[in-house]
């Protein structure tokens, strides 16, 4: 079981872009999810989390208010909408469930928080020079 990342495509500086996740057998109400991003000869990081219950949002310093991450519990999918993307967003994309532990902002963010779980394989965004 894990999540299936789709939307990653090549855009020009300056545009937008929505990234999908679905979660393939299991659900994802009640848990706190998590989008996070590796570029190329770096380690992953977290972009933005959301809360399983009350829905409260975090983003990485990294990316401000450029990006914005939602839920639909029915469609078991999560999003994130990137706005004013930069060369430096480029990356593959991936989301985790955070599992185990106590959800908060700072460990969700935590690529390497050990509660996260059912990690896709990514989709690859790209932002040129």
């Known amino acids: 079981s894990q999540f299936v990342e789709s939307g990653g495509d090549l855009v020009q500086p300056g545009g937008s872009l929505r990234l999908t996740c679905v979660a393939s057998?299991?659900?994802?109400?009640?848990?706190?999810v998590g989008w996070y991003r590796q570029a190329p000869g770096k380690e992953r990081e977290g972009v933005s989390c959301?809360?399983?219950?009350?829905?409260?949002?975090r983003n990485a310093d990294s990316v401000g208010n450029r990006f914005i991450i939602s839920r639909d519990n029915a469609k078991n999918m999560v999003y994130l909408q990137m706005n004013d993307l930069k060369p430096e967003d480029t990356g593959v994309y991936y989301c985790?469930?955070?599992?185990?532990?106590?959800?908060?902002?700072?460990?969700?963010?935590?690529?390497?928080?050990?509660?996260?779980?059912?990690w896709g394989e990514g989709t690859l965004v790209t932002v040129p020079l």
């Open positions: 985790a469930l955070l599992r185990r532990g106590v959800y908060s902002g700072k460990n969700c963010l935590n690529a390497k928080y050990d509660g996260l779980d059912n």
């Open positions: 057998g299991f659900t994802l109400t009640g848990f706190g």
């Open positions: 959301i809360s399983g219950v009350t829905e409260i949002k």
